[in-house]
Antibody, heavy 119, light 111 residues
Framework: EVQLVESGGGLVKPGGSLRLSCAASGFTFSNAWMSWVRQAPGKGLEWVGRIKSKTDGGTTDYAAPVKGRFTISRDDSKNTLYLQMNSLKTEDTAVYYC??????????WGQGTMVTVSS | DIVMTQTPLSLSVTPGQPASISCKSSQSLLHSDGKTYLYWYLQKPGQPPQLLIYEVSNRFSGVPDRFSGSGSGTDFTLKISRVEAEDVGVYYCMQSIQQWTFGQGTKVEIK
């Protein structure tokens, strides 16, 4: 069964840092492009960033609101995706979803992990 | 940035009746490779989104054939031929020709 399980969410103060993880199973993680998408409470969906597979260069791309503050990385030996979030702002409060990227769409989603940025 | 605009923002439908959601993009989603990078998602209450339609009109694996997508360029439509109770939730269109952006969402409820 294809599965993505996020972890690492929690409460953090403005200006703080947090690292999210996404454990993948049921597919060849090393071949997959991966992405993070977030959803603020009661709001719509917002793409955060994407990382390509290493065979496709392993490059990253980020949405403007998080560029320079967030970093996506992957450990193919552990089938795990990461999102390092620094200089957090209250507007970063959201559920963060890990997704696979196929045909330039997000086809498999995790259940999400909640990040709350508040003093 | 490409802006995606959905209408209506909410819809109340009698079971068995059809429903239609419009999505307009601020730029053409037709790529030089001939594909149009427009997708539809459904987020059921308390769940992550699920992919319904890819590249305008292709149903994703396991999606019932009562869901159909159409359109071209900047104007797109998702149709549900006969709404069922399990179709409630928020529908989003999304583009991926230039990074990724979503529409605001259309909340569908049952009358």
């Amino acid at each position: 069964e294809v599965q993505l399980v996020e972890s690492g969410g929690g409460l953090v103060k403005p200006g703080g840092s947090l690292r999210l993880s996404c454990a993948a199973s049921g597919f060849t993680f090393s071949n997959a492009w991966m992405s993070w998408v977030r959803q603020a409470p009661g709001k719509g969906l917002e793409w955060v960033g994407r990382i390509k597979s290493k065979t496709d260069g392993g490059t990253t791309d980020y949405a403007a609101p998080v560029k320079g503050r967030f970093t996506i990385s992957r450990d193919d030996s552990k089938n795990t995706l990461y999102l390092q979030m620094n200089s957090l702002k209250t507007e970063d409060t959201a559920v963060y979803y890990c997704t696979t990227v196929r045909r330039f769409a997000f086809d498999i989603w995790g259940q999400g992990t909640m990040v709350t940025v508040s003093s | 940035d490409i802006v995606m605009t959905q209408t209506p923002l909410s819809l109340s439908v009698t079971p068995g009746q059809p429903a239609s959601i419009s999505c307009k993009s601020s730029q053409s989603l037709l790529h030089s490779d001939g594909k149009t990078y427009l997708y539809w998602y459904l987020q059921k209450p308390g769940q992550p989104p699920q992919l319904l339609i890819y590249e305008v009109s292709n149903r994703f694996s396991g999606v019932p054939d009562r869901f159909s997508g159409s359109g071209s360029g900047t104007d797109f439509t998702l149709k549900i031929s006969r709404v069922e109770a399990e179709d409630v939730g928020v529908y989003y269109c999304m583009q991926s020709i230039q990074q990724w952006t979503f529409g605001q969402g259309t909340k569908v409820e049952i009358k």
